[in-house]
């Protein structure tokens, strides 16, 4: 979704006005239809805290309808050579989504070599604002490893009950980078243990054969 945003973003201080079609469930920014809110708080609340109607949100923002940018999500999954993917929606909640570790690394290298993603997903909060309101919300990272590790950078959290508990994540260290990709965690905290544990593994390994 944000790769496919960035092709067609224009402006971060661009006001989208949210609608009731927006509104997702679980994780979500609280607001409201009828609340303006900008492309820039979207973007980063969608990275940083996985809000799912910052998704949706932003998606429209493009002018495209949902449909037509599920469809560009799809020419760009083919274009980076993701032969076991398909997107179904923006926020990722439909259990039609489908995609290989493989893939995931594959995207998510594409991902974390553009600036605006990689400096969103290495921000630890971002303070949303309602921009015809006094309301704010503050947007918290998903990714713990941003407060307790010096090695594990970028990353990205996701689950449905389809999936389980899935993480994809860039550690580097000595100039040494690796990305780990981790499906089907059966708890959040084992999530991040076991891809904790993949990430030191693979750059203790690298930087012992430098």
Same mark, same amino acid.
């Given at each position: ?14 006001? =989208?006005? =949210? ?174 243990? =076991? ?16």
């Amino acid at each position: 979704t944000a790769l496919v945003y960035l092709d067609y973003h224009s402006s971060w201080k661009k006001n =989208i006005t =949210i609608k009731a079609k927006d509104d997702t469930e679980p994780a979500k920014v609280p607001i409201k239809a009828g609340d303006v809110v900008t492309t820039k708080d979207l973007f980063l609340a969608m990275l940083i805290g996985s809000k799912n109607n910052a998704a949706k949100a932003l998606a429209r923002s493009t002018g495209l309808s949902e449909k037509e940018f599920v469809v560009r999500m799809n020419m760009k999954a083919k274009s980076l050579g993701l032969s076991r993917t398909y997107f179904a929606d923006p926020s990722g909640l439909d259990p039609r989504n489908i995609a290989s570790a493989r893939d995931i690394f594959v995207l998510a290298e594409a991902a974390f070599e553009q600036p605006d993603i990689r400096k969103g997903m290495l921000k630890k909060s971002h303070r949303l604002h309602v921009v015809n309101s006094k309301r704010s919300y503050l947007i918290k990272t998903t990714n713990p490893f941003l407060s307790t590790s010096e090695d594990i950078l970028e990353g990205k959290t996701g689950y449905i009950d389809e999936s389980g508990y899935n993480f994809v994540v860039r550690g580097s260290r000595e100039n040494h980078d690796v990305i780990a990709v981790l499906f089907g965690a059966p708890s959040s905290s084992m999530r991040f243990q =076991i891809a904790g544990l993949l990430v030191h593994d693979a750059l203790s390994s690298q930087v012992r054969e430098q």
